[in-house]
C-alpha cells in the first residue's frame, strides 16, 4: 500500500496538500458582513421579497412570504399621531398574535429610523387598548374574526379608562 492513501483508498494529506490554497480565516465581523451581504442579494433577486429593506428580520421574511402566498392579511394601524402602519398577520391568529405583530414591526420601524430609545410595551398595553371603531380588543384569547378583522382592517390604539381605587381598600366616611 502507498504511503500517500490510506486503508479506505483516500488520498491522505501529503507533500502534495501543501499545493491546495490554505482556508481562508475570516473574523465574526468579516463572516457577518459577508452573510448579511448574502441574505440581501437574495432578497433583492427574489420579486416576492424585493421591496423588503436589507436587515430585514425573520419573522418579518416569513410574514411578507405568507402575505404574498395567501396565509396572512394586512391590518392597518392607525397610530396616535394619525400615520399607518400596514401590518401583516396570519389568518386565524388571535388578539395576542396581532399585539406581538405590532411590537414587531413598530419596533423594527423605530430601529430603521435610527430611534433607540425603547418602547415599553408593558406600558404601553396596560394605558391603552386595540380597537376597531368603537368596539375594544380586550380579550387577548380571542379570534381576530371574532371581532371582525380581516385583510384591510382599521386599528386604532383607544384609551383605557382608569379605574379609581383600583386594588386599594376603601375607609368608611366618618359619620357627621
Given amino acids: 500500500m ?3 492513501t490510506s486503508v479506505s483508498g483516500v488520498a491522505s494529506p501529503t507533500a502534495d496538500a501543501g499545493a491546495e490554497d490554505p482556508p481562508v480565516v475570516l ?9 448579511q451581504k448574502g441574505i440581501a442579494d437574495l432578497i433583492s433577486s427574489d420579486p416576492a421579497l424585493s421591496y423588503l429593506p436589507s436587515d430585514v428580520s425573520l419573522d418579518e421574511a416569513r410574514l411578507q412570504l405568507a402575505l404574498h402566498q395567501g396565509k396572512a392579511v394586512t391590518v392597518f394601524l392607525r397610530k396616535l399621531d394619525n400615520s399607518i402602519i400596514p401590518i ?3 389568518q386565524g391568529s388571535r388578539v395576542l398574535d396581532l399585539k406581538r405583530s405590532v ?4 419596533g423594527s420601524q423605530l430601529r430603521r429610523a435610527g430611534k433607540t430609545m425603547p418602547v415599553s410595551w408593558k406600558y404601553v398595553w396596560r394605558t391603552y387598548s386595540l380597537a376597531v371603531g368603537q368596539t375594544k380588543l380586550e380579550d387577548d384569547n380571542k379570534f381576530l ?3 371582525g378583522i380581516g ?4 386599528v386604532t390604539f383607544m384609551k383605557k379608562l382608569r379605574r379609581e381605587n383600583k386594588g386599594k381598600r376603601m375607609r368608611p366616611r366618618a359619620e357627621d
Avoid: I, M
Avoid at 473574523?27 to 452573510?35: I, N
Avoid at 411590537?103 to 413598530?106: A, P
Fill in 103 to 106: 411590537r414587531l414591526h413598530v
Fill in 27 to 35: 473574523t465574526h465581523g468579516d463572516a457577518l458582513s459577508r452573510f
Fill in 2 to 4: 502507498d504511503s500517500e
Fill in 151 to 154: 385583510n384591510r382592517t382599521e
Fill in 145 to 147: 374574526l371574532f371581532y
Fill in 88 to 90: 401583516p398577520v396570519l
